[in-house]
């Protein structure tokens, strides 16, 4: 390879301007080898990595920093800057210990969830082939350099500029870049040098995607300098969209913080015409509404999502967006394609049906030999036949030749056994890769069929005609090529004329033509994927592969359903989820999966299937009410378009449902946006889908899925829980200080006393509430209204019961302490501080699931809860009988009765709240949200 030209790579104008070769000469690229790693380490180094922006890791310092970004630190320092002009050096210091303390907590919480998160995103990396050195290999798209030759078909997103060297029937969806919703076709061809970008028909772009066909290109610019980095160069970087899930919460918070700053500003203005100290009654406002304020909520929303989301990963779901971890626990509809997600998605030949009957085959097992047993009937789907071909049918060699070569997949280990075709013996399509498997045990190689009959062309598999075609090189001396066709049985018998029968050609009547398809019907209700093969003598590259065909038969391939899905549906179905399939399968093949799998409950009669044909559109359906009903009713589409999917989506979405979609190609992407919960698979799908779905399943299962559901739900029931036990919790420190202040009594807390009870009772139980597993029937409940609060009226009901509750112990304390005991305000004051804290303590019972037991409850389960007890008794304690934090604190210790007092009258919120809980449960049979509420 030559030195660089003196114009560089990445600095060539107009590359849709010059001929392919020309911009492969400039760029200095071999495009049968590629680039070297000496000259990719060079250009690297000139032009830096491929992305538009790096994602930066968050520095420690900047976390921290963050931690004092809050109105909750701002009231503290307000706070210490009050004691410390009054001279209340102890105080002071204190509130600074505070200030401490509470930012290392949220310091450490935060980097865990931040880091979790950036391991997440990590994950999502895209990757591209490129030619080097001679190979193809898979890289990260950040390592593209100019120069570069990259290897792209359907399903791949474009991370770099690139100049089409080669194509076949390449399209491209630019919608992103120029707006145009329609595909672009593409060829390697030049165009002016001011066409515009969009009728730039030789160029591919970062950020777009290839909707159908393959080809090759060279890296003409990456990084900022392609046509999507100079926009975004352009455009300020955006803050961070807020899911709705913060939006609530940053709402909630500001909320507390205009009623609590008014509730303190009256406490203090109330105390000072009292004849209360200025200096106290300021320091206990503030204190006040930072104890009011719950400042942990964030922190613990954060460690709830991200402890979520990693669990999600661990059983096999990336959620790629937070505000999908809300949505997903009110999923209500699960539209689901069967190919992978309910069935294996491995594919094994079992039957090969020629024109003479059909021969049951059996190319799974560890042997090298295709055993056959030819049968006058259609047999069953898995034959058992024993006998080794030795010399195989003429029509049979023939239908294994054309499944080999019009093939895009590869086999590992040549001459090894492959048994299971779709579990990592090979590369490619799990179909393909069965034929593959099904012609190397009958004796046919692929690598030495194709040295025999060289590929010269390829027309790719098309959607819209549901077959794909290879021109092959031959010496039989009858023409020059052989095209070699396959897919779909009733795309490829329309397009025959001819039939090999018994080894001869023979014209293909339509009497025959009918028997065929009546044979295909009835093996695709087994559950079989049916394909047909066919193939024609040809001199010419050029011509229509797709006429004049000689039929040469089926292949009937098993896929069989998963293992694990009828167990996921049925708890889908005790969740009050409908599993509705979508598929562009024959009816009935998903007719015999959905049985199966037990879709329909369990219904004897065959189940209604919808075919794409018969789909009325959704401005048809709204003006006949009996036909919409039929639809919404129905859980089985077959032979379903991307525009019908999203017609689907859209009906349901109408009707009020939560809607999650499942995908894997790019004809998903539009369907997985428009749902509300799009999901692609991980293994099969393409790079489109995974970018469009907001959860990406790394298993393929459809298990993985419902798994989401329930942590979705978990999740949000956690930050619930946590949220309601944090207010009533605050709420009664208000009421507390409120109602002693109107009534003129001495304040039964005191303001550092406040914000040692808002450190210990607010942040350690509640972060233990947060983490918490799974509440009992999570699953059997029907799903939450995506309109529901996080608090709505009946929580603010129990909230403020609670705290009255709670309001009524501590008081009734202080008061049998200060006119019953007669004892002085030091020691009265230390035994309502001890039952407010030991009653806030107790109260995380109470958020127990009225559905559940007293001694038996996910909060009882829980060993965080009791960690968290253990750690603020211990706290209390030191407290209490370390004489320096004593003397900061204005506590002493109780002594044998005031314990007693403390501990009886802490438990009397205790009390209340299961009885409340236990009166809840008498009243309804089925729970609905947290207990008490």
Same mark, same amino acid.
């Given at each position: 390879?030559?030195?660089?030209?003196?114009?560089?790579?990445?600095?060539?104008?107009?590359?849709?301007?010059?001929?392919?070769?020309?911009?492969?000469?400039?760029?200095?690229?071999? %495009?049968?080898?590629?680039?070297?790693?000496?000259?990719?380490?060079?250009?690297?180094?000139?032009?830096?990595?491929?992305?538009?922006?790096?994602?930066?890791?968050?520095?420690?310092?900047?976390?921290?920093?963050?931690?004092?970004?809050?109105?909750?630190?701002?009231?503290?320092?307000?706070?210490?800057?009050?004691?410390?002009?009054?001279?209340?050096?102890?105080?002071?210091?204190?509130?600074?210990?505070?200030?401490?303390?509470?930012?290392?907590?949220?310091?450490?919480?935060?980097?865990?969830?931040?880091?979790?998160?950036?391991?997440?995103?990590?994950?999502?990396?895209?990757?591209?082939?490129?030619?080097?050195?001679?190979?193809?290999?898979?890289?990260?798209?950040?390592?593209?350099?100019?120069?570069?030759?990259?290897?792209?078909?359907?399903?791949?997103?474009?991370?770099?500029?690139?100049?089409?060297?080669?194509?076949?029937?390449?399209?491209?969806?630019?919608?992103?870049?120029?707006?145009?919703?329609?595909?672009?076709?593409?060829?390697?061809?030049?165009?002016?040098?001011?066409?515009?970008?969009?009728?730039?028909?030789?160029?591919?772009?970062?950020?777009?995607?290839?909707?159908?066909?393959?080809?090759?290109?060279?890296?003409?610019?990456?990084?900022?300098?392609?046509?999507?980095?100079?926009?975004?160069?352009?455009?300020?970087?955006?803050?961070?969209?807020?899911?709705?899930?913060?939006?609530?919460?940053?709402?909630?918070?500001?909320?507390?913080?205009?009623?609590?700053?008014?509730?303190?500003?009256?406490?203090?203005?109330?105390?000072?015409?009292?004849?209360?100290?200025?200096?106290?009654?300021?320091?206990?406002?503030?204190?006040?509404?930072?104890? &009011?304020?719950?400042?942990?909520?964030?922190?613990?929303?954060?460690?709830?999502?991200?402890?979520?989301?990693?669990?999600?990963?661990?059983?096999?779901?990336?959620?790629?967006?937070?505000?999908?971890?809300?949505?997903?626990?009110?999923?209500?509809?699960?539209?689901?394609?069967?190919?992978?997600?309910?069935?294996?998605?491995?594919?094994?030949?079992?039957?090969?049906?020629?024109?003479?009957?059909?021969?049951?085959?059996?190319?799974?097992?560890?042997?090298?030999?295709?055993?056959?047993?030819?049968?006058?009937?259609?047999?069953?789907?898995?034959?058992?036949?024993?006998?080794? !071909?030795?010399?195989?049918?003429?029509?049979?060699?023939?239908?294994?030749?054309?499944?080999?070569?019009?093939?895009?997949?590869?086999?590992?280990?040549?001459?090894?056994?492959?048994?299971?075709?779709?579990?990592?013996?090979?590369?490619?399509?799990?179909?393909?890769? &069965?034929?593959?498997?099904?012609?190397?045990?009958?004796?046919?190689?692929?690598?030495?069929? &194709?040295?025999?009959?060289?590929?010269?062309?390829?027309?790719?598999?098309?959607?819209?005609?549901?077959?794909?075609?290879?021109?092959?090189?031959?010496?039989?001396?009858?023409?020059?090529?052989?095209?070699?066709?396959?897919?779909?049985?009733?795309?490829?018998?329309? !397009?025959?004329?001819?039939?090999?029968?018994?080894?001869?050609?023979?014209?293909?009547?339509?009497?025959?033509?009918?028997?065929?398809?009546?044979?295909?019907?009835?093996?695709?209700?087994?559950?079989?994927?049916?394909?047909?093969?066919?193939?024609?003598?040809?001199?010419?590259?050029?011509?229509?592969?797709?006429?004049?065909?000689?039929?040469?038969?089926?292949?009937?391939?098993?896929?069989?359903?998963?293992?694990?899905?009828?167990?996921?549906?049925?708890?889908?179905?005790?969740?009050?989820?409908?599993?509705?399939?979508?598929?562009?399968?024959?009816?009935?093949?998903?007719?015999?999966?959905?049985?199966?799998?037990?879709?329909?409950?369990?219904?004897?009669?065959?189940?209604?299937?919808?075919?794409?044909?018969?789909?009325?559109?959704?401005?048809?359906?709204?003006?006949?009410?009996?036909?919409?009903?039929? !639809?919404?009713?129905?859980?089985?589409?077959?032979?379903?378009?991307?525009?019908?999917?999203?017609?689907?989506?859209?009906?349901?979405?109408?009707?009020?449902?939560?809607?999650?979609?499942?995908?894997?190609?790019?004809?998903? &992407?539009?369907?997985?946006?428009?749902?509300?919960?799009?999901?692609?698979?991980?293994?099969?799908?393409?790079?489109?889908?995974?970018?469009?779905?907001?959860?990406?399943?790394?298993?393929?299962?459809?298990?993985?899925?419902?798994?989401?559901?329930?942590?979705?739900?978990?999740?949000?029931?956690?930050?619930?829980?946590?949220?309601?036990?944090?207010?009533?919790?605050?709420?009664?420190?208000?009421?507390?200080?409120?109602?002693?202040?109107?009534?003129?009594?001495?304040?039964?807390?005191?303001?550092?006393?406040?914000?040692?009870?808002?450190?210990?009772?607010?942040?350690?139980?509640?972060?233990?509430?947060?983490?918490?597993?799974?509440?009992?029937?999570?699953?059997?409940?029907?799903?939450? %209204?995506?309109?529901?609060?996080?608090?709505?009226?009946?929580?603010?009901?129990?909230?403020?019961?609670?705290?009255?509750?709670?309001?009524?112990?501590?008081?009734?304390?202080?008061?049998?302490?200060?006119?019953?005991?007669?004892?002085?305000?030091?020691?009265?004051?230390?035994?309502?501080?001890?039952?407010?804290?030991?009653?806030?303590?107790?109260?995380?019972?109470?958020?127990?699931?009225?559905?559940?037991?007293?001694?038996?409850?996910?909060?009882?389960?829980?060993?965080?809860?009791?960690?968290?007890?253990?750690?603020?008794?211990?706290?209390?304690?030191?407290?209490?009988?370390?004489?320096?934090?004593?003397?900061?604190?204005?506590?002493?210790?109780?002594?044998?009765?005031?314990?007693?007092?403390?501990?009886?009258?802490?438990?009397?919120?205790?009390?209340?709240?299961?009885?409340?809980?236990?009166?809840?449960?008498?009243?309804?049979?089925?729970?609905?949200?947290?207990?008490?509420?």
């Amino acid at each position: 390879m030559k030195d660089f030209p003196s114009t560089s790579p990445g600095d060539i104008q107009a590359t849709w301007a010059k001929p392919a070769d020309e911009v492969i000469r400039e760029c200095n690229t071999d %495009p049968e080898k590629g680039l070297s790693a000496k000259e990719v380490h060079q250009r690297r180094q000139q032009y830096g990595p491929n992305m538009l922006r790096e994602h930066k890791k968050r520095s420690l310092w900047l976390i921290l920093a963050e931690q004092f970004q809050s109105l909750i630190i701002g009231l503290l320092a307000a706070a210490a800057a009050v004691a410390f002009w009054f001279g209340e050096w102890i105080e002071g210091w204190a509130i600074l210990v505070v200030i401490i303390i509470n930012t290392l907590i949220g310091f450490f919480t935060e980097l865990r969830a931040i880091r979790s998160m950036e391991a997440l995103f990590k994950l999502g990396k895209m990757r591209t082939r490129v030619r080097r050195e001679g190979r193809v290999e898979e890289i990260d798209a950040t390592d593209l350099v100019p120069g570069d030759i990259v290897l792209v078909e359907a399903g791949d997103i474009i991370t770099a500029d690139l100049r089409i060297t080669e194509a076949s029937r390449l399209q491209a969806d630019e919608s992103a870049l120029t707006g145009e919703s329609l595909p672009v076709a593409k060829e390697k061809d030049p165009v002016d040098e001011d066409t515009v970008l969009a009728e730039r028909r030789n160029m591919l772009y970062k950020g777009t995607a290839v909707t159908r066909g393959s080809g090759e290109g060279v890296v003409v610019a990456t990084g900022t300098k392609t046509e999507l980095g100079t926009i975004s160069s352009l455009v300020e970087e955006a803050e961070e969209q807020q899911t709705p899930l913060e939006e609530r919460l940053d709402k909630l918070g500001h909320r507390l913080i205009i009623v609590t700053l008014i509730i303190a500003l009256f406490v203090v203005i109330s105390g000072i015409v009292a004849g209360k100290e200025l200096f106290l009654m300021i320091e206990t406002g503030i204190a006040l509404a930072v104890a &009011a304020i719950p400042e942990g909520l964030p922190v613990v929303a954060t460690i709830a999502l991200a402890k979520g989301l990693r669990i999600m990963a661990s059983r096999n779901a990336l959620v790629n967006r937070l505000s999908s971890v809300e949505t997903l626990g009110a999923t209500g509809i699960i539209c689901t394609d069967k190919t992978g997600t309910l069935t294996e998605n491995r594919m094994t030949v079992t039957m090969a049906v020629l024109p003479g009957g059909p021969i049951e085959l059996d190319a799974d097992g560890e042997g090298n030999d295709l055993a056959v047993t030819e049968q006058n009937g259609l047999g069953t789907a898995g034959g058992t036949g024993e006998k080794p !071909v030795l010399e195989p049918e003429p029509g049979l060699t023939r239908l294994l030749e054309i499944g080999a070569l019009c093939n895009n997949a590869s086999l590992d280990n040549r001459g090894a056994p492959r048994g299971d075709a779709g579990s990592g013996g090979g590369t490619g399509d799990p179909l393909e890769i &069965a034929l593959l498997t099904a012609g190397r045990k009958a004796g046919i190689e692929v690598s030495d069929l &194709a040295e025999r009959y060289p590929e010269v062309r390829e027309e790719a598999f098309d959607p819209e005609v549901k077959m794909m075609a290879t021109w092959n090189r031959v010496e039989d001396g009858e023409s020059q090529y052989r095209v070699h066709v396959k897919g779909a049985p009733g795309a490829v018998m329309e !397009v025959c004329d001819r039939i090999l029968e018994q080894g001869s050609v023979k014209p293909l009547t339509p009497e025959k033509k009918e028997e065929l398809k009546k044979v295909n019907r009835e093996l695709a209700a087994q559950g079989l994927r049916m394909l047909a093969l066919a193939y024609k003598g040809s001199d010419e590259t050029e011509a229509d592969p797709y006429e004049h065909l000689i039929y040469t038969g089926l292949v009937a391939l098993l896929d069989p359903p998963r293992k694990d899905i009828a167990p996921a549906i049925e708890r889908c179905r005790k969740a009050g989820i409908r599993v509705i399939m979508i598929t562009g399968d024959q009816s009935e093949t998903a007719r015999y999966i959905a049985g199966a799998v037990g879709l329909l409950g369990g219904e004897e009669e065959l189940p209604e299937v919808i075919h794409g044909n018969d789909l009325p559109s959704n401005e048809e359906l709204e003006s006949v009410p009996e036909e919409k009903r039929a !639809v919404l009713e129905t859980s089985i589409f077959a032979r379903i378009s991307p525009g019908q999917k999203l017609n689907l989506i859209e009906l349901y979405q109408q009707e009020g449902h939560i809607v999650a979609m499942t995908g894997d190609g790019v004809n998903d &992407a539009p369907a997985l946006k428009k749902a509300d919960i799009g999901i692609a698979m991980g293994q099969r799908g393409t790079q489109v889908a995974r970018e469009a779905a907001d959860m990406v399943l790394t298993d393929d299962s459809f298990s993985s899925i419902v798994a989401a559901i329930e942590q979705g739900r978990i999740i949000f029931g956690n930050i619930r829980r946590f949220i309601y036990y944090l207010m009533s919790c605050n709420v009664s420190e208000v009421l507390v200080v409120g109602i002693a202040s109107l009534l003129g009594t001495p304040l039964p807390i005191l303001p550092l006393q406040i914000l040692f009870l808002n450190l210990v009772t607010d942040v350690f139980p509640a972060l233990a509430l947060g983490v918490g597993e799974a509440e009992d029937g999570v699953m059997e409940r029907p799903p939450r %209204p995506p309109e529901e609060p996080i608090l709505d009226d009946t929580h603010w009901k129990g909230i403020f019961v609670y705290g009255l509750i709670i309001t009524g112990s501590v008081l009734s304390v202080l008061y049998i302490a200060l006119w019953v005991l007669e004892l002085d305000n030091r020691a009265a004051v230390t035994l309502s501080f001890l039952t407010l804290a030991l009653t806030q303590l107790w109260h995380v019972f109470n958020m127990r699931s009225s559905s559940s037991g007293i001694l038996d409850n996910t909060i009882i389960r829980n060993g965080w809860v009791w960690g968290a007890l253990l750690l603020c008794v211990l706290l209390l304690l030191l407290a209490v009988y370390i004489p320096p934090i004593a003397a900061v604190l204005q506590v002493q210790p109780p002594g044998i009765v005031g314990w007693g007092i403390v501990l009886g009258f802490s438990l009397i919120p205790l009390i209340a709240g299961q009885s409340w809980i236990w009166l809840k449960s008498k009243r309804t049979s089925q729970a609905a949200g947290l207990g008490a509420l």
